[in-house]
């Protein structure tokens, strides 16, 4: 009993290490950032439409992860995880066709990013965990936001789904530029520099459809 105790402690402890690091590397992230005068009219240039999934990684051998590397996992996976949610929720609502086949697109992607994040969660023998459960994440779709999007008239389902999913994705970009930035693990910052790819692509595709949006609905 008293081992569960201290493994329990031991896991609050570095939950909460986690989320310093996690606030670390995105002020590193956006520090990156704004140095070299990126934004929504000044991306890395991408192709029209979405490229295919970053490559699956399969480590074959341990790796090392620094605390940079593990934030940006741990944060990576709810972010894509609720990303996923939202699209799951959109099957059953009527959707503009080519954000449906973008989200498509996007869909795939997530989850082989799932499986490559948590391989290699594995071989650094890191344990994952949700530190972020009930906060305000910047580009994360929150169940609050799902619900919103719920009680949604069809006519508003459409714009407020690609802007909840280009929240996403450029939060994204900004997390993989600090990972890129600060991490140590080699494996890791050339996954980020794949995911990063992908959705500048997708963030393309997305803003070059009629009506792209540009923020959030309600903020």
Do not use: Y
């Not at 606030?23 to 890395?44: C, D, H, I, K, S």
């Not at 080519?98 to 697109?105: T, V």
């Not at 305000?136 to 999913?165: F, K, N």
């Not at 994204?172 to 050339?190: F, I, Y």
């Amino acid at each position: 009993m008293d081992e569960q105790i201290m493994v329990r402690r031991g896991l609050r402890v570095r939950a909460g290490r986690l989320v310093g690091v996690v606030a670390t590397l995105v002020a590193t992230a956006l520090a990156v950032g704004l140095t070299q005068g990126w934004g929504r009219t000044n991306q890395e240039p991408a192709a029209s439409s979405v490229t295919a999934s970053p490559a699956a990684v399969v480590p074959t051998a341990p790796v090392v992860l620094n605390g940079t590397d593990d934030a940006f996992i741990q944060l990576l996976i709810p972010m894509n995880e609720g990303a996923l949610a939202l699209i799951d929720q959109l099957d059953t609502r009527p959707a503009d066709p080519s954000l449906r086949a973008l989200l498509g697109e996007v869909r795939k992607a997530h989850q082989a990013e799932l499986r490559d994040l948590r391989g290699l969660l594995g071989a650094g023998n890191v344990p994952e965990l949700n530190i972020h459960e009930g906060h305000q994440m910047p580009g994360m779709v929150t169940d609050a936001r799902l619900a919103e999007l719920r009680a949604a008239s069809d006519a508003e389902v459409s714009s407020r789904a690609a802007a909840l999913i280009r929240a996403h994705l450029a939060q994204t970009v900004v997390l993989c530029r600090g990972e890129q930035t600060a991490g140590g693990s080699p494996e890791l910052k050339a996954l980020a520099g794949r995911i990063q790819q992908a959705r500048a692509a997708e963030l393309n595709t997305l803003d070059n459809q009629p009506g792209a949006p540009t923020a959030v609905p309600g903020g």
